[in-house]
């Protein structure tokens, strides 16, 4: 095989440095060639973005703000979208050089390439500083000028109580929805939440519709037109009904209603409410689900509420077979919590009455329950006492005597959980709200449904009875973010109580000088064991940057 010699490579000497180079158009080297000809003119080397520091958005021109988390993607093309003269020039690599968080500075290393001579490419490296300059968008301007808002959704509820907006809080903090809300106010029967664009509002209106049974109407009002240019500024007003219906109420279907919601009996209790609402019959177990359109076509309220609830105790549960789900039919013995109490040094006589008479209150009543599958003798249950209750209700005055219950039981109670005072380990978020008008003395706290004034001790016994519920309903809990508080002990959420080992019994920590005394009849009642206790793995981590507001609830 012939070797066959590469070509020899001409060089020629450098023009300005007199180096030993290739042959070029310009007959310079690459050093010389950069020290005459610069790429980068015309290009800026500092410039500056604007950033609002209360919805955490970069300003994109001409008029669009834009999120983008740092050093990300998104911030690099806004950065690169403000360099004038960068379309004169081939960009082949751009990337962000760390700096400190809190320095206000942007660095970003640029690498472009552009023809100096003919058929001479040169490429250059060079950093271009960006100060970031603090501002507020427009979206933060109005609200920090109040009374600008452009759409209005007027959430109300004709109830007592405000256990629904509390829960309807927490699903629009787990889902989101509040983001685009401008602020939120709070009034004598519901809130009202205000935005600074129309689609925002329809879009809450939306949300409202998919979690509980509503009704909307919308509003608008001219502020002002422009005759030449055929244009007009509106503000728009949405109001939303919550169907008047809650959980665990006692309903009263009208009699040719009920016969078209699979003829079901008139006398029913609300067992879920969503969308739309679920409604029980306690005798059969036959449910029907009651949607928003056959709702307010023919709207009913309901007889009684939970304030209503009586406490039972139950003496003997006999199930029947029948079962739909968890719910279990079953024959019951119960009787008034505290119509009977045991007492000691009486001689046989272990059941005293409670009460000074011997009427109704120490009567044993039988009932047919769908809680079969969990009450046990000895538990304690709540329910509506229709015997000894009378209500304004046609609907309720045409049943017959016959088909209407002496007690109609909701669901199970633990009373002497209640009594230990216990601190919970967890705590709920708000959203920021405004305080109420029209003479509420309310400061804005910050938690929807505690304006302060009159009401203040019902409000605060409905928001007691909303984290009761939430500890004794698991399929409640599901649907609301529960959050770790920081500062509770594990021995304040047990209440003080030590185990003696892995078969011990649970006892109370005692001082060393205390003493022990245990009276007849003030023993300390044993803590029920089928308690849904909250459990580790529900709980989420507090983060800082989850706060929507100053005002936080903590249970």
């Known amino acids: ?67 983008a988390r740092p050093e990300s993607q998104e911030l690099l093309a806004l950065c690169l979208k403000r360099l004038k003269g960068l379309n004169k020039v081939r960009l082949t690599e751009a990337h962000f050089i760390w700096t400190e968080p809190h320095s206000k500075r942007l660095r970003v290393s640029l690498t472009i390439q552009k023809e100096v001579l003919t058929a001479t490419i040169l490429e250059q490296v060079f950093e271009i500083e960006y100060l970031v300059q603090h501002t507020q968008c427009p979206d933060c301007t109005k609200l920090a000028a109040k009374n600008t808002w452009k759409a209005l959704v007027q959430v109300r509820q004709k109830v007592t109580h405000k256990r629904t907006f509390l829960f309807l809080e927490q699903l629009i903090l787990k889902h989101g929805a509040q983001k685009d809300t401008v602020g939120v106010k709070e009034v004598r029967d519901g809130l009202d939440f205000f935005y600074s664009q129309r689609s925002h509002a329809i879009r809450m209106v939306e949300f409202l519709a998919g979690v509980v049974p509503v009704r909307s109407k919308g509003s608008e009002q001219l502020l002002s037109t422009d005759t030449h240019s055929n244009t007009a500024n509106y503000k728009f007003t949405y109001s939303v009904e919550i169907a008047p219906i809650c959980k665990d109420d006692l309903v009263c279907i009208p009699l040719k209603q009920a016969r078209s919601l699979s003829n079901i009996s008139p ?31 023919a709207p009913f309220s309901s007889l009684a509420g939970l304030s209503d ?23 019951a013995q119960i009787a008034l919590a505290g119509a009977f109490r045991s007492s000691r040094g009486h001689g046989d006589e272990d059941m005293l009455m409670d009460h000074d008479t011997a009427g109704e209150t120490s009567q044993i009543l039988h009932t047919r329950t769908h809680l079969g599958g969990i009450l046990q003798p000895g538990d304690t249950a709540m329910g509506y006492y229709l015997t000894a209750s009378n209500f304004n209700s046609d609907a309720y005055a045409t049943l017959p005597a016959e088909r209407v219950p002496d007690v109609i039981l909701v669901k199970k109670a633990y009373p002497n959980r209640r009594k230990k005072g216990r601190t919970r380990a967890w705590k709920l978020r708000s959203i920021a709200k405004e305080a109420g008008e029209e003479g509420e003395t309310g400061a804005g706290r910050g938690v929807v449904g505690r304006i302060g004034g009159r009401d203040q001790k019902k409000v605060e016994e409905d928001y007691e009875i909303f984290l009761r519920e939430l500890e004794e309903d698991p399929e409640l809990r599901a649907n609301v973010n529960l959050y770790k508080a920081r500062d509770v002990k594990m021995q304040d959420v047990n209440g003080g109580r030590k185990k003696g080992g892995q078969y011990g019994m649970d006892v109370d920590q005692v001082g060393p000088g205390e003493e022990v005394s245990v009276e007849a ?25 989850m706060t929507l507001g100053e005002g936080e609830k903590s249970s």
């Open 1 to 67: 095989m012939e070797f066959v010699p590469e070509p020899a490579i001409h060089r020629v000497l450098c023009a300005d440095c007199g180096t030993p180079i290739e042959p070029n158009s310009a007959n310079l080297c690459v050093a010389c060639l950069r020290n005459s000809v610069d790429i980068t003119e015309g290009i800026p080397k500092q410039s500056s973005v604007s950033f609002c520091r209360n919805c955490e958005r970069f300003f994109s021109p001409p008029s669009a703000w834009t999120l």
């Open 267 to 297: 006398l029913t209790i609300c067992t879920r409410v969503g969308s739309s609402f679920q409604l029980l019959d306690v005798n059969t177990l036959q449910a029907v689900e009651v949607s928003t359109q056959v709702y307010w076509r």
């Open 309 to 331: 609830l009586v406490e039972f105790t139950v003496l003997d549960v006999e199930p029947i077979g029948t079962h739909r789900g968890r719910w279990v039919l079953a024959d």
């Open 521 to 545: 009849g003030e023993a300390e009642a044993e803590e029920e064991g089928d308690f849904p206790d909250v459990q580790l793995e529900e709980l989420l981590e507090d983060f800082d940057e």
